[in-house]
């Protein structure tokens, strides 16, 4: 079982999206930029994954490859987003928590370029753990399949580190347009959708 270690960054001209995104004020920039600087030497993002055969009534043969994948930030990223959090500061958290979510958003793009290198085949769309289409319930058995110790869950199954993410994905043949970020948020009126 290893971890492929991911390279993610956020570049500053996505700022102005950002705050737009996550509902931030101008008057946000400087704590933003600062907050990014201080936890990208904490961001130890990677991944490990398994191809499973998915039995799946669409497919002529019945089976479909699929890669079951888990990503992770890492615990220093978690540590370092709790000791604002410990003192109270929520606002500080809270940026903390979306430049947490835009660092997997950019794994996504690494993991799809290195599952292609090592298996030659594509990523289709991910269908993550608590979807409607993949229970939370189900986390148990595909961390089970994932076989590591490095991420767990608790109780409630909430992944530790909490910047961790699992989910499905096709393994394809052929490289599909996958859906855009928004493309499964209910909030179609809201002005950051992106257009897939």
């Not at 767990?152 to 992944?159: D, G, H, I, K, R």
């Not at 580190?161 to 699992?166: D, E, I, L």
Request: charged share 30%.
């Amino acid at each position: 079982m290893n971890f492929i270690p991911l390279n993610v960054s956020l570049d500053e001209k996505c700022l102005p999206d950002f705050i737009r995104r996550y509902h931030f004020e101008e008057k946000d920039i400087a704590e933003i930029s600062r907050l990014y600087k201080c936890v990208s030497p904490r961001v130890h993002a990677e991944f490990h994954y398994v191809v499973d055969a998915n039995t799946d009534s669409n497919c002529n043969d019945g089976k479909q490859e699929r890669a079951i994948v888990l990503v992770t930030l890492g615990q220093a990223f978690d540590e370092y987003q709790e000791s604002f959090l410990n003192k109270g500061d929520i606002h500080k958290g809270y940026i903390l928590d979306c430049i947490g979510l835009e660092l997997l958003w950019a794994a996504y793009e690494d993991i799809d370029k290195k599952i292609h290198e090592l298996t030659g085949k594509f990523l289709g769309n991910y269908t993550f753990a608590g979807d409607k289409e993949l229970p939370i319930t189900d986390l148990p058995r595909l961390m089970n399949r994932l076989g590591q110790k490095m991420v767990t869950y608790n109780e409630a199954y909430v992944l530790i580190p909490k910047k961790s993410v699992v989910f499905i994905t096709p393994l394809l043949e052929e490289e599909i347009r996958k859906y855009a970020r928004c493309a499964a948020c209910s909030n179609t009126k809201c002005s950051m959708r992106e257009t897939a």
